[in-house]
């Protein structure tokens, strides 16, 4: 059962840092060096399982990413060609 509590345990680490620094899936990912596809099943199906409460909390950051996104894309989309008639 080593790799049960691996993974419990990563689960957590997961989940506390996502609401420690209201982080997104896709920074999370890049900072524990694992899929996007791994952390969001991690905090949206297997943390519901392993911490009820963390996963309340999780679950609002993520629904408020999820309120921002396009914002965040339009701002980088705007930054994007912003740098590019810099370096014309």
């Given at each position: 059962m080593k790799d049960?509590?691996?993974i419990d345990e990563r689960i957590i680490m997961?989940?506390?840092y996502i609401v420690?620094?209201?982080a997104t899936v896709r920074s999370t990912a890049k900072q524990f060096?694992?899929?996007k596809s791994?952390?969001?099943k991690d905090v949206t199906e297997r943390?519901?399982?392993?911490n009820g409460s963390?996963?309340?909390?999780v679950k609002k950051v993520l629904d408020i990413n999820k309120k921002e996104r396009h914002i965040?894309?339009?701002l980088a989309t705007r930054q994007k060609y912003l740098n590019k008639i810099k370096s014309e």
């Open positions: 049960k509590n691996y997961l989940g506390e420690k620094n209201k060096g694992i899929s791994t952390v969001h943390l519901r399982k392993v963390l996963y309340s909390q965040r894309g339009g």
